[in-house]
């Protein structure tokens, strides 16, 4: 059977009830404009007169920046800025600093960014930041606080001081300043800040007060999916799946259209082994969505792990139509033509196969066609396989060995395992393999050998 495929992941909901990661400050990696282009770029507000010095700084901190020369790139970028006035130099003193390991620098360089820009969000991040590495407290939340303020997209503002704050190192403390900052904000009544709450709190092992915080985010904007599936996952990593079902259901009744839920519902039958009740939930979905790829490819997987073929065909032949993951489709379609004895069928589907696949189809090919009597064909094809990848040798030889006792040629098996040992003497695969068939062969003495060798090598 194949491997089952995870259940399509919901859009917009956290992958896991954990904090964010912390926000990335390195600047090592230069825009490519600024790489390539020794003109000073000089934001929003060019300046009045490009005279020798300004070209002159720009040049040398563009030089010394390519170089690795960051305390040098610091210095000309800042001298730069203050004569253009620009806050993008600012930003690039502020980020040669950092490269450099000089905070000191960069919250100089980022005090003339944030007087130039003032509603510069990156600025105010990067300010939280340093601050943050200072244990500097009152500056970061109010840092953190401009963050939510320049946000721009709604909740972003949340997230990002989420992310910030990722960087200390006990969750304890990150919560603890996100209450403050949410009380600084007053926005005891914005979803988005106590979803970032509950995140925060999850990751401090406050489960009771993830599980609060995230209810009240979903009663602050009905309908939003990312604190339910939030509660959700959380209530599972408790060991908890029968409430966190109960939950879902919840949920879904308030909102029977939402597909992220449905998923999620799915997701939970597939990780209690009810395979048939979460096939039931992607056929709810495909009745509303019916040209969807990933409910399609998932259910199709599902169908095949428990030996629905003719649910499996059926929405294999709608990926097909579709014309998504034609190679993944033709693979596991191939899989139900075998099912359904055609090979002929299975055999020019497993031929459509390419990408990661293409080998096990290969394989695949070679084992139809000794099923269907064409032996010679497919050691051919066996010895194709080795030759076009040599780092897989063994791999192949096992198969072939396996696929010739299928077919009750054990003396081809044997001969098959005599010439891989005989280039990799000690694998134990191999003479494991040749151990087994010397058992159904009566050779106790050839058994006997190769379960010494194995020892040996691996005792």
């Known amino acids: 059977a ?20 912390p926000l990335s400050t390195s ?75 000089r905070s000191a620098s960069a919250r100089q360089a980022l005090e003339l960014w944030t007087r130039l820009e ?26 953190l606080q401009r963050v939510v303020e320049l946000g721009g997209v709604p909740g972003q503002g949340y997230l990002q001081a989420a992310q910030i704050l990722g960087q ?47 209810e009240r985010a979903s009663s602050l904007r009905p309908g939003w999916t990312d604190p339910q599936l939030f509660l959700v996952r959380l209530l599972v990593s408790r060991e908890q799946p029968e409430q966190a079902l109960a939950v879902l259901e919840r949920y879904i009744s308030q909102a029977p ?91 020019a589907l497993y031929a459509e196969v390419r990408g990661q696949n293409r080998t096990n189809a290969q394989v695949r090919i070679a084992q139809l066609y000794a099923k269907n009597g064409d032996i010679e064909r497919a050691r051919e094809l066996f010895q194709q396989l080795r030759d076009q990848y040599p780092g897989q040798t063994a791999a192949f030889y096992l198969i072939e060995g396996e696929m010739l006792r299928s077919q009750d040629l054990d003396q081809q098996a044997l001969a098959v395992y005599d010439l891989a040992l005989g280039k990799e003497p000690d694998n134990a695969d191999l003479l494991y393999a040749r151990a087994m068939l010397a058992v159904g062969m009566g050779q106790v003495a050839s058994l006997e050998r190769d379960l010494r060798r194995i020892l040996v090598a691996d005792p």
């Open 257 to 347: 259209d939402e597909p992220e839920l449905k998923l999620m519902k799915a997701q939970l039958h597939m990780d209690a082994d009810q395979s048939e009740q979460a096939l039931a939930v992607f056929d709810e979905l495909l009745e509303q969505a019916p040209d969807r790829p990933d409910v399609l490819f998932a259910a199709a997987v599902l169908a095949l792990d428990i030996e629905d073929m003719e649910a499996a065909r059926r929405y294999l032949e709608a990926l097909r139509r579709l014309g998504e993951r034609p190679s993944d489709v033709a693979f596991l379609l191939a899989q139900v033509e075998e099912q359904a004895d055609n090979p002929e069928a299975a055999l």
């Open 118 to 143: 003032p509603d510069a969000p990156k600025a105010h991040q990067l300010s939280a930041f340093l601050a943050l590495e200072a244990d500097d407290r009152a500056t970061a939340l109010a840092s």
């Open 27 to 101: 600047a090592s990696a230069p825009p490519a404009s600024a790489a390539t282009n020794p003109v000073p770029e000089v934001g929003k507000e060019p300046p009045q007169e490009l005279n020798a010095e300004l070209v002159y700084a720009a040049l040398v901190a563009e030089v010394a920046l390519q170089r690795g020369d960051y305390e040098a790139a610091f210095e000309h970028f800042l001298s730069a800025a203050e004569l253009a006035q620009a806050p993008s130099l600012a930003e690039r003193a502020v980020r040669s600093a950092l490269n450099a390991e």
């Open 2 to 21: 194949p491997v089952a495929a995870p259940v399509p992941a919901p859009a917009s909901a956290p992958a896991t009830p954990s904090a964010p990661a």
């Open 168 to 214: 200390l190192p006990k969750a304890s403390d990150r919560l603890a300043m996100m209450r403050e900052l949410v009380a600084r904000l007053d926005a005891d009544h914005d979803p988005d800040a106590q979803f970032a709450l509950a995140t925060l709190a999850a990751a401090a092992g406050d489960d009771e007060a993830a599980a609060q915080l995230a």
